[in-house]
């Protein structure tokens, strides 16, 4: 599948012109670049695809919307597999990478720019499935009600009946072994010190904001947007599945359907 062809039943969106240019994440993604993807996290993309095909029942031809795709490893391994895919970021420099790699490629996927909290309302019901994996968009955000604005823009950009894929961090986990961590207890957000590095190796000194939830959490606010056939596994990056919620898997995995037929 060319690249020319991506997104045949999705309308097209131009990437925004007036994003969060001060969002804390921004700079973070500037400094590390491509350097992003050699990060232990990021290599088990195949396996975490796989096991999303297999959970979800996917089949190739189908419309996928990645949201916080950052360079776009997943989204472009979907691509690899026959799916029309579009993927968004608010680091222009993460699109940049995910579009490049795209085209050398001439693959089926195509990379916007965009504010995951405000998705583009003609989105909606356009997409078989939609993916928010690896704390991409949702988790991200520090204020109150962000993360809701998320999902929602994410469920409301399914059609009918469509599959939803999302992780979240585990908030057991973050209060257990983040010693270094402040791990706010009222509203759920765990803040580390650390540095990212970039393709040369210069260290970058940044904060780490992460939103963690537990799977009542998860559960009440799919509930809360009427979806479906709701599971929720204990994961971890490279190693997707349907193992139960613990203590001592750093993710939960949410997966759900849009209602067939309106509530």
Same mark, same amino acid.
């Given at each position: 599948?060319? *690249?020319?062809?991506?997104?045949?039943?999705?309308?097209?969106?131009?990437?925004?012109?007036?994003?969060?240019?001060?969002?804390?994440?921004?700079?973070?993604?500037?400094?590390?670049?491509?350097?992003?993807?050699?990060?232990?996290?990021?290599?088990?993309?195949?396996?975490?695809?796989? !096991?999303?095909?297999?959970?979800?029942?996917?089949?190739?031809?189908?419309?996928?919307?990645? &949201?916080?795709?950052?360079?776009?490893?997943?989204?472009?391994?979907?691509?690899?597999?026959?799916?029309?895919?579009?993927?968004?970021? &608010?680091?222009?420099?993460?699109?940049? &990478? !995910?579009?490049?790699?795209?085209?050398?490629?001439?693959?089926?996927?195509?990379? &916007?720019?965009?504010?995951?909290?405000?998705?583009?309302?003609?989105?909606?019901?356009?997409?078989?499935?939609?993916?928010?994996?690896?704390?991409?968009?949702?988790?991200?955000?520090?204020?109150?009600?962000?993360?809701?604005?998320?999902?929602?823009?994410?469920? !409301?950009?399914?059609?009918?009946?469509?599959?939803? !894929?999302?992780?979240?961090?585990?908030?057991?986990?973050?209060?257990?072994?983040?010693?270094?961590?402040?791990?706010?207890?009222?509203?759920?957000?765990?803040?580390?010190?650390?540095?990212?590095?970039?393709?040369?190796?210069?260290?970058?000194?940044?904060?780490?904001?992460?939103?963690?939830?537990?799977?009542?959490?998860?559960?009440?606010?799919?509930?809360? *947007?009427?979806?479906?056939?709701?599971?929720?596994?204990?994961?971890?990056?490279?190693?997707?599945?349907?193992?139960?919620?613990?203590?001592?898997?750093?993710?939960?995995?949410?997966?759900?359907?849009?209602?067939?037929?309106?509530?």
């Amino acid at each position: 599948m060319g *690249h020319s062809e991506e997104l045949s039943d999705a309308k097209t969106v131009k990437p925004s012109n007036e994003l969060d240019h001060d969002h804390w994440f921004e700079p973070l993604a500037e400094h590390m670049g491509s350097a992003y993807l050699r990060y232990s996290f990021t290599k088990g993309t195949l396996q975490e695809v796989d !096991a999303l095909e297999r959970l979800l029942d996917l089949s190739p031809g189908m419309s996928i919307l990645d &949201i916080g795709c950052g360079p776009g490893r997943h989204a472009l391994e979907f691509a690899r597999r026959g799916y029309r895919v579009t993927g968004i970021d &608010i680091s222009e420099r993460f699109i940049e &990478i !995910a579009t490049d790699a795209a085209r050398a490629s001439s693959l089926g996927a195509s990379f &916007i720019r965009h504010d995951a909290r405000d998705l583009p309302a003609q989105w909606e019901s356009s997409f078989d499935v939609v993916v928010c994996l690896c704390q991409g968009g949702f988790g991200l955000m520090v204020e109150d009600g962000e993360d809701e604005r998320v999902f929602a823009g994410a469920v !409301a950009s399914l059609k009918p009946g469509g599959s939803i !894929a999302l992780s979240a961090f585990n908030a057991y986990f973050a209060v257990k072994h983040f010693a270094e961590a402040h791990f706010d207890a009222g509203r759920g957000l765990s803040t580390e010190s650390t540095e990212v590095r970039d393709l040369e190796g210069r260290a970058m000194a940044t904060t780490l904001w992460t939103g963690c939830y537990t799977p009542r959490e998860l559960r009440l606010l799919a509930q809360r *947007h009427l979806l479906e056939d709701v599971r929720i596994h204990g994961v971890e990056p490279g190693a997707y599945g349907e193992a139960e919620p613990s203590l001592e898997l750093p993710e939960f995995l949410l997966l759900a359907q849009r209602a067939s037929q309106p509530h």
